[in-house]
């Protein structure tokens, strides 16, 4: 299939296909006129990519594990390695988290204080 129908079926820009292929996560052959050939499993692969862009994957994770041979190209959200990944990620946002929940604190101190010492004056 053509890079638009591609993009029409996996609601992904056309330019959003070409950077993903750029980057070796996405395979098309070319035809005789030099246009993209996309195979069908490259509708169900854009969307991984999305999903793995979403949950805060870098596109370097993402092709090592389009790369990794233990995983079944139908299996990605599914694997061992994902699972890794994922924990791996979450503890990340958690601290992410944690401090933007300190700076949070440390602002309402700050505007709290301000807002006392502006009653004084």
Not at 50 to 62: A, F, R, S
Not at 73 to 100: F, G, Q
């Amino acid at each position: 299939m053509r890079i638009s129908e591609l993009s029409r079926l996996s609601n992904v820009s056309v330019r959003s296909i070409r950077h993903y292929e750029n980057k070796g996560l996405l395979h098309a052959d070319r035809m005789e006129n030099e246009y993209r050939d996309f195979d069908e499993s490259a509708v169900e692969r854009v969307r991984a990519i999305q999903l793995y862009l979403k949950l805060g994957l870098t596109v370097e994770e993402i092709g090592a594990l389009f790369k990794s041979e233990a995983v079944d190209p139908d299996e990605y959200e599914y694997c061992d390695e994902m699972l890794a990944t994922y924990e791996e990620k979450l503890s990340h946002v958690n601290r992410h988290i944690e401090s933007l929940l300190g700076l949070k604190r440390l602002l309402e101190r700050q505007i709290s204080l301000t807002r006392s010492k502006k009653k004084i004056i």
